[in-house]
């Protein structure tokens, strides 16, 4: 993870640079806000990662002399067959839709997100906080 935190940090820095050379010379708004912007998401994406690099253990990555054999082995745990994410689809769907054929539409879809999201979280909690 010390590597990515660095790269998004020196990601970063040449965003903030281009950010300025563009806001001068082209005197438009617009693309310097979203410059700006990039180089604000970047940092904060780069601080967070040289964070937390620092509480977890040094991964594959982080070695120069590593095999990419290394890191083999199991990433995680990923529910096989979950509906929640269908749920949140459909409903940022019509979400995206009210944007488009009325804010109505936000009254129908917000519930729908909000079951989704509440079922995804709590997927995997039964009775007293019990994984099955």
Do not use: C
């Not at 964070?51 to 529910?79: C, L, Y």
């Not at 509906?83 to 940022?92: N, T, V």
Request: net charge negative; aromatic share 18%; glycine share 12%.
């Amino acid at each position: 993870m010390r590597i990515q935190g660095k790269m998004f940090l020196w990601l970063s820095a040449f965003i903030l640079v281009m950010a300025i050379v563009y806001g001068v010379w082209s005197k438009e708004p617009a693309g310097t806000t979203a410059l700006f912007l990039g180089f604000g998401l970047s940092i904060m994406i780069g601080y967070y990662l040289a964070f937390t690099a620092r509480r977890a253990d040094a991964m594959a990555q982080d070695n120069k002399d590593a095999d990419v054999a290394d890191e083999a082995g199991e990433v995680g745990f990923f529910s096989p067959h979950s509906w929640q994410p269908f749920s949140l689809a459909i409903g940022g769907a019509l979400a995206f839709m009210g944007v488009v054929f009325g804010w109505w539409l936000l009254y129908f879809s917000a519930p729908i997100i909000l079951v989704g999201l509440w079922g995804w979280v709590f997927e995997y909690y039964r009775g007293e906080s019990q994984n099955q």
